[in-house]
């Protein structure tokens, strides 16, 4: 079965310190992979996605994400982290037979950025 | 564009009693999904429609829980009775097609407490 495995629960950074969430995902096809958002009192908002192509990809806000099949990771990065990344962070697969379209994610990271 | 539309936004009810969750996707969207989201966990997917018809609800418990999109737009979710383990976020989500490169994009969601 497909699922997605987010290793931090919980990361605490100062300002300007560099940031990389795990993902690891367990999927025998081809997988498509999003990491998505939710800022405090906001909803769920799509941070980067990666389909095919470059596993390098970039997103909103600085971040980015590198693909590494061998690894079955998906990472999160950020050179330096403001306050206003302060928000939980969710990986997640895209799981695709027929019509289905869901996503599977994982557990979430809570990062608290400290001024 | 406007969003996903979801209310109420909080409900707090009884065990045992009944409750019904509302979703209006984004204008034009096929496909609608709902996602419940237990504390500490990442979302985990309920049921997806495709216009009005049922493409994915096979983790829906279906001997309490109930959905339906009559006319291919808004949906309601329902639960009957409410179980204490039922407390949850209720997400929203809606895609334009269930295609795997569609992006999903999720309401506010509805913050149930079961007493």
């Known amino acids: 079965a497909q699922s997605v495995s987010q290793h931090n629960h919980h990361v605490i950074l100062s300002e300007a310190a560099s940031l990389e969430l795990g993902c690891n995902y367990s999927?025998?096809?081809?997988?498509?992979l999003f990491w998505y958002v939710q800022y405090p009192g906001q909803h769920l908002q799509l941070l980067l996605k990666?389909?095919?192509?470059?596993?390098l990809v970039k997103g909103i806000k600085g971040f980015e994400a590198e693909f590494i099949k061998s690894k079955f990771s998906f990472n999160l990065r950020k050179p330096s982290v403001q306050w206003s990344d302060t928000a939980e962070y969710f990986c997640?697969?895209?799981?695709?037979?027929?019509?289905?379209?869901?996503?599977?994610f994982g557990t979430g990271t809570l990062l608290a950025v400290q001024p | 564009e406007a969003g996903v539309a979801q209310s109420p936004r909080y409900k707090i009810i009884e065990k045992r009693q009944s409750v019904a969750f509302w979703c209006n996707p984004i204008?034009?969207?096929?496909?609608l999904y709902w996602y419940q989201q237990i504390l500490g966990q990442g979302p985990k997917l309920l049921i997806q429609?495709?216009?009005?018809?049922?493409?994915?609800d096979s983790q829906l418990p279906k001997d309490r829980f109930s959905a339906e999109r009559l006319k291919g737009v808004d949906s309601t979710l329902k639960i009957q009775p409410a179980k204490l383990e039922d407390s949850a976020v209720y997400l929203c989500?809606?895609?334009?097609?269930?295609?795997?490169?569609?992006?999903?994009?999720f309401g506010p969601g509805t913050r149930l407490t079961v007493l």
């Open positions: 204008s034009g969207h096929a496909t």
């Open positions: 997640a697969a895209g799981a695709y037979g027929g019509a289905t379209n869901k996503l599977i």
């Open positions: 989500a809606s895609s334009p097609t269930s295609g795997v490169y569609n992006e999903q994009f």
């Open positions: 990666y389909f095919s192509g470059d596993p």
């Open positions: 429609f495709q216009n009005n018809g049922v493409v994915d």
């Open positions: 999927y025998g096809g081809t997988v498509n």
